[in-house]
């Protein structure tokens, strides 16, 4: 399976910005990761196709993740955003549980289907 971010753009600090990740074919669970320059990729937020949710530390309760099972897709809403939201954001498919999520690092193995990203830039 392959995933598609896109949806990103240049917005103010205190602004919302709303990313889609379609799939090419059902997949179990959709994770969003963001990476910015010189640092590591994070995990933000993942769901699954029964609706079971999983956030990151870079959530925040400030990021919303959802999905349209009929059209294979997951949205991340971002409001509130801040210019160290600044990064590429990216989707995947892999197991939504929370450990994997969070410590991308450990259990980068698990996500595959990566596609290019979608930049995500945030001025002060």
């Known amino acids: 399976v392959q995933l598609q971010a896109s949806g990103g753009g240049l917005v103010q600090a205190g602004g919302s910005l709303r990313l889609s990740c379609v799939a090419s074919e059902f997949t179990a669970a959709i994770g969003w990761f963001r990476q910015a320059p010189g640092k590591e990729r994070e995990g933000i937020a993942c769901?699954?196709?029964?609706?079971?949710?999983r956030y990151g530390d870079s959530a925040q309760g400030r990021f919303t993740i959802s999905r349209d099972n009929a059209k294979d897709a997951a949205y991340l809403q971002m409001t509130s955003l801040k210019p160290e939201d600044t990064a590429v954001y990216y989707c995947?498919?892999?197991?939504?549980?929370?450990?994997?999520?969070?410590?991308?690092?450990?259990?980068?193995?698990?996500?595959?289907?990566w596609g290019q990203g979608t930049q995500v830039t945030v001025s002060s």
């Open positions: 995947a498919s892999g197991p939504c549980i929370g450990p994997i999520l969070r410590q991308y690092r450990e259990y980068s193995a698990k996500w595959s289907g």
């Open positions: 769901i699954s196709s029964s609706g079971t949710v």
